[in-house]
């Protein structure tokens, strides 16, 4: 096992209890912090090579979102550490009841190539905060990303506490055969089931973010020129390659005319008259997802875009009319810039298509109508939503980023990704006295003693809950 | 820590079929197998036919799909049927608990009925509190917006109930899980077999059937229940078995909630009240004849302790049982054949000081102290889960948070001082689900503390509000305004160092003054 001798010493770390005190978590926080000052100007150039990855993009979710995690957990993370103390019944008055946060030990985290910096940054500031030893494993899709990382994290951070290890699927199979205290896997569902498989040999924790095809409903009801730029932003943004972004669009055949002259006038405000010429659109990390995404083009009929060039890795910002349910663009994530258009007759229809397929990552939906909207998130179910916009809600540190049945479980961002790390221990802390006060639990039993205890233990009905 | 023994299970029949090894993985693509199959009530699509429970997970999806358990009123309505339940069927509760394992019926009612009732009200209490939508905070970007977290059920839910507390470890997450708005499939243990019954005939009575249904399963049957598409498991048992299931659940990337176990150490300092010790631990051993996965396993302490500590034992217990605790009315059992031999052979470890008397046709063993103990004795290799207390030496408090973190972490750390400083230690250098300083098992009454274990005794946490935050989905949610589309506009293309100013400007979290040190 050619990585048990890297664990046993990041083990055997994190048992002499260096990575406790607040002290070295924030000094650590805040070496990652000079990683993204220091390395800012690598950081771009990485990614503008792997994947021509615009710099306004990779400065605002590499950089700036990375940077928000991290002054959020500096700002609060005391906070956060301490002792929660509850509430106590009769019996333990005079007692010490609190949770206890504890780091869970060693925690591996594999990050994907899409978000190649901001996808292993965030979880691992939580992982830190929490008081844990860390193995990044970054993605070896994007080479020089993953080149850089390898060698310039670990000058950050300190060696007996956090390695980075490169993979490929063999080696990554190999480290999951370790015991680690928690594993934080983003990728798809199928590798995830893997993921989770082998830590169930060990009973390992893991936070699985997977993926999906995010429907995006628009209603009959809104301003269709505010629609089109948002979704279209969404859509296009990382030419496609985003786990959140708006997969396919339900609406119905009215809305579907009016769309697309609008997602025409977006396209070309955003990219040009020639996107491939646009400093502001990348291309496809890589040659066989290229041919994944190209082969999805017979779906339907393109009303928008649909040039390719293999040798750019270049797929222009399409928007397809017309798809059906047995299309291949609806048969798997997309992950591209192709945005279908499925037809439907309602809002009761768009809710069925979406319930009668696995469970995505977002549920968009667009109305000027609130009660649509609400009718949309009441009656779905999803890892999180966005009424009227695309991709927003996981800008927001005070709300839960997750998925939920083939789009992954647990949750992050903010103080969630400290309380992943966090082993939530219950505690209680009695007196060595007072003995007189557990008289009543001991046999010999009788129904007087347990009537005196039922009252010094018992929860009592208090008057009906207001109704929602 | 060490990798790698595993514990037999105690109370376990055999293990269920591990099932087949997954080849290793590609990457990128996934199956066209993960998308349903797009017929009604249906999400995430049913595993194949020719499964023996399909039809009645179909069953439940296909009501939980249509929205009935999503209004308060009728989870209320659900949770205080339970209530009744545990009214109405009380005696019966006691008599099954009775008959299959001797429960005195002081302990059954406190742990089955007192217990769940007061994890029903505290849920009762709070639920309208609990489902709300949390409004959070909003950065500059979103201040005009609606964000919060709003509280999904995930669904079909399975929750699988141990022997040892049979009611309690059924219904208290199963207390959640419909507070939470799932439906749920609950199995019972097969061990325990009047209440099984009892569960199997009786509750399906106050519950609604179109949500909630008892099946009766024993090993294989519960293999093949497994193979379904559940959105949560909820699994109470041996870290073996666990294993298992979560393996199981991976096949359908569903959530778990494992309560498992391990042998939790109990470590005694040189100042403490010893006969005040020796009651509690006896207490903590001895209650439910020590098949309590709570209990204190064994005791780490010094020599000279160990000398004072005997006759307190002996004292705790004969108060507590009586000189021949076999004819004490307050001593129950062990729960089957197979257990009671598997406990017995373990009184060879060491040199019996108290108790060690069994009798096989009554499942009978006595309550028991054993010294002269070495760490590869038998009784140290596996969770004793009976009414055996081992008392291991050591030197001192380094001495015994060693040996602790050496070894699997357990459900529960036990440290007893006169001196806080020493609880502190322990607490603060080892690892374990939850800890109690100068008592035992009292930490789990309480339902603001969250139960549940860490590494080899489990993963995920309940009782109280953490039952219902493990079945719920917390969805995050941002409503915005359709129009202010000039908001917007900085993030749009084409990009501009400006826009990315400005950008940066109206989203960014700044660092605020150094942290108060804790």
Same mark, same amino acid.
């Given at each position: 096992n050619p990585y048990a001798g890297l664990v046993s010493h990041l083990r055997a770390t994190w048992l002499s209890g260096k990575t406790r005190p607040m002290e070295y978590r924030v000094a650590q926080l805040e070496a990652l912090g000079?990683?993204?000052? *220091?390395?800012? $100007?690598?950081?771009? *150039? #990485?990614? #503008?090579?792997?994947?021509?990855?615009?710099?306004f993009e990779a400065y605002f979710t590499e950089i700036l979102l990375c940077k928000n995690e991290l002054?959020?957990?500096?700002?609060?993370? &005391?906070?956060?550490?301490?002792? *929660?103390?509850?509430?106590?019944?009769?019996?333990?008055?005079?007692?010490?009841?609190?949770?206890?946060?504890?780091?869970?030990?060693?925690?591996?985290?594999?990050?994907?190539?899409?978000?190649?910096?901001?996808?292993?940054?965030?979880?691992?500031?939580?992982?830190? @905060?929490?008081?844990?030893?860390?193995v990044v494993k970054p993605s070896e899709t994007t080479k020089n990303t993953e080149r850089l990382v390898a060698e310039m994290l670990t000058c950050y951070l300190d060696n007996d506490c956090f390695a980075v290890v490169t993979a490929g699927v063999e080696e990554t199979t190999r480290l999951l055969e370790?015991?680690?205290?928690?594993?934080?896997?983003?990728?798809?569902?199928?590798?995830?089931?893997?993921?989770?498989? #082998?830590? #169930?040999?060990?009973?390992?924790?893991v936070t699985l973010e997977l993926?999906?095809?995010?429907? &995006?409903?628009?209603?009959? %009801?809104?301003?269709? $020129?505010?629609?089109? $730029?948002?979704?279209?932003?969404?859509?296009?943004?990382?030419?496609? $390659? %985003? &786990?959140?972004?708006?997969?396919?669009?339900? &609406?119905?055949? *009215?809305?579907?005319e009016k769309l697309m002259p609008a997602l025409r006038e977006a396209i070309t405000e955003f990219f040009g008259s020639n996107p491939r010429e646009s400093p502001d659109f990348g291309r496809i990390v890589g040659d066989k997802q290229f041919r994944r995404i190209r082969a999805l083009l017979c779906s339907g009929r393109v009303a928008i875009g649909g040039q390719t060039d293999e040798k750019e890795r270049y797929i222009a910002p399409t928007v397809l009319a017309d798809v059906l349910p047995s299309d291949p663009a609806m048969q798997e994530e997309i992950f591209g810039p192709i945005?279908?258009?499925?037809?439907? @007759?309602?809002?009761?229809?768009?809710?069925?298509?979406?319930?009668?397929r696995p469970r995505p990552l977002a549920i968009y939906a667009f109305s000027c109508d609130s009660k649509v909207v609400n009718q949309v998130l009441e009656r779905t179910s999803s890892g999180g939503f966005c009424g009227n916009d695309t991709l927003m809600h996981v800008t927001l540190t005070s709300l839960p980023f997750g998925?939920?049945?083939?789009?992954?479980?647990?949750?992050?961002?903010g103080k969630f990704t400290f309380d992943t790390f966090t082993h939530h221990r219950g505690c209680l802390h009695r007196n060595m006295g007072l003995e007189a006060l557990n008289a009543l639990r001991y046999p010999p039993y009788s129904q007087q003693k347990l009537g005196l205890l039922t009252a010094t233990f018992e929860i009592k009905r208090k008057g009906m809950c207001t109704l929602l």
């Open positions: 000079r990683f993204l000052d *220091e390395k800012k $100007q690598d950081i771009l *150039e #990485a990614t #503008a090579l792997d994947m021509g990855k615009p710099s002054n959020d957990t500096l700002n609060n993370l &005391c906070h956060w550490m301490k002792d *929660e103390h509850v509430d106590k019944n009769l019996v333990t008055q005079l007692d010490s009841a609190f949770i206890r946060k504890d780091p869970y030990g060693v925690v591996l985290i594999i990050a994907p190539w899409n978000y190649p910096i901001h996808l292993f940054l965030v979880p691992l500031i939580g992982a830190i @905060a929490a008081g844990n030893c860390v370790n015991k680690f205290d928690y594993i934080f896997f983003t990728g798809t569902p199928s590798v995830g089931r893997i993921v989770m498989t #082998a830590a #169930a040999k060990h009973l390992t924790p993926g999906g095809k995010n429907p &995006c409903y628009v209603s009959d %009801t809104c301003d269709v $020129q505010n629609v089109a $730029q948002r979704v279209a932003w969404g859509r296009f943004f990382n030419v496609g $390659q %985003t &786990c959140i972004a708006p997969d396919y669009v339900l &609406c119905s055949v *009215e809305m579907q945005l279908p258009i499925v037809v439907v @007759a309602s809002v009761d229809e768009a809710i069925d298509f979406i319930n009668a998925g939920i049945g083939n789009s992954g479980l647990g949750k992050y961002h």
